[in-house]
């Protein structure tokens, strides 16, 4: 049961709060990594056996850019003031190199796996009633069918500031009809947007593109590294100067939800390189859509791995999920942040920071870039 569909059945039913935010050693069907976990001493520098540099002979993936591995302090650095209590404590971890899209997985890019697949997406799908009213007070009548239809949760400007940011339902709403295709709902395209992030993507939906394009989500250690690039202890991409945000991401200048001033020149999604790639060649590591991770969130992992004095090459995060403010939640991380991120509601566009997601939930500012590894590429070379 999706955290779409309790924030429909709050919407619908109780107009309370919307909740904001298995193994993982398996193979590219669950979009997973066919890394193994490592434990080191968390005093070296350099992992012996640590892949960092491209093989000699293997090719970069058209799309794509080489990650080199090295040991990152994943988490939030100590002069990050914005920073959640999920982000610490800061650990270290190592990661082998691999290859990631230089953008977010893009319409037109979408486009071509639904029609090589037939392939619909949670948002285009029925609902299901008797796996809605399971998370439901016992009793709960069934709504009518005429609400009972597909649909994601589109953003809504609110007419006024709003005292509690806590209240997420004051400006999402479920829209009847939006999906990858209708980002906004009906009436709105992709039309001439080819080069725009798709959104409105679950977790399955995602999961379902790595497998046809032989590709996987990354793990979120892997995508914090390709985030940093060379930037070892700041708290952005770019540094620590947050006066660059409007120039080098796509986020929420002004007051939130109420007037979004559209300084860096976008007020919803923006066309995947409209703003300057990090070190690493990648584009919009920061702000525009969040982005698919395949790591369970667990409140305690941070701490877990802190607490266990040594370094893991490879992380593949949690084991369980688990989210201290419901524990039947069963959630992926995403990162990166969003166009609706601002300084006073989540500040999102940062390294380290992090939100859970239930795995079929889809919103218009969700969307996914994928990776792949040596292995995985010389796999594909073999097939062809």
Known sequence: MSHLLKSLACLLFFSVLIQCKEDKKTNITTGTS??????????IEKVLDMLVEK???VSIPEGMVWIPGGTILQGAVPQDEMAMAHEK?????AVDGFFMDITEVTNAQFKKFVAATGYKT????????????????????K????????????????KSPVPNLYDFSQWWEWKIGANWKQPNGPGSSIKGKDNHPVVH????DAVAYCKW???RLPTEAEWERAARGNQENAIFSWGDDISLLPKMANSWEGEFPVNNTKVDGFERRAGVKSYPPNDFGLYDMAGNVWEWTNDWYNTGYYQEMYQNGQMVLNPQGANTPYNERDRYARERIIKGGSFLCSESYCASYRISARMANSLDSAQEHLGFRTVATVAMIKNSGEKK
Request: net charge negative; proline share 10%; hydrophobic share 30%.
């Open 143 to 158: 709504p009518h069918d005429s609400i009972m239809q597909p649909g994601s949760l589109t953003f809504k400007k609110t």
């Open 122 to 141: 949670v948002a285009e799908k029925a609902i299901d009633w008797e796996e809605m009213k399971k998370q439901l007070p016992a009793g709960t009548p």
């Open 89 to 93: 404590p800061a650990h270290k971890v």
């Open 34 to 43: 066919e890394e193994k976990e490592v434990v080191v001493d968390r005093n």
């Open 55 to 57: 093989p000699e002979g």
């Open 213 to 215: 394009s032989e590709r």
């Open 201 to 204: 993507i679950s977790y399955e």
